[in-house]
């Protein structure tokens, strides 16, 4: 193979890894900013708490907000 098309390779990696770097920055602050919003719903709603028959064995059944949607054991 000739060495141009072994650069054009390597400078596609090289862009590639930068884009990944730069997807997993965004997702990591796309998380915080999701940590922070659970924590405000959370303290925030006026919980009406059920149990949740849904997707849960019988003993695991934890409580569902109405409301919010949100699970606690």
């Known amino acids: 193979?000739?060495?141009q098309i072994i650069k054009e390779k390597m400078n596609r990696n090289k862009n590639i890894k930068s884009e990944i770097k730069q997807l997993k920055e965004k997702i990591y602050v796309l998380n915080q900013e999701k940590k922070i919003n659970d924590v405000f719903i959370f303290n925030n709603c006026q919980h009406n708490w059920i149990k949740d028959r849904n997707?849960?064995?019988?003993d695991?059944?934890?409580?569902?907000?109405?409301?919010?949607?949100?699970?606690?054991?």
Do not use: E
């Open 60 to 73: 695991d059944r934890p409580n569902r907000c109405t409301k919010c949607n949100m699970v606690r054991n």
């Open 55 to 58: 997707f849960f064995q019988y």
């Open 1 to 3: 193979m000739s060495d």
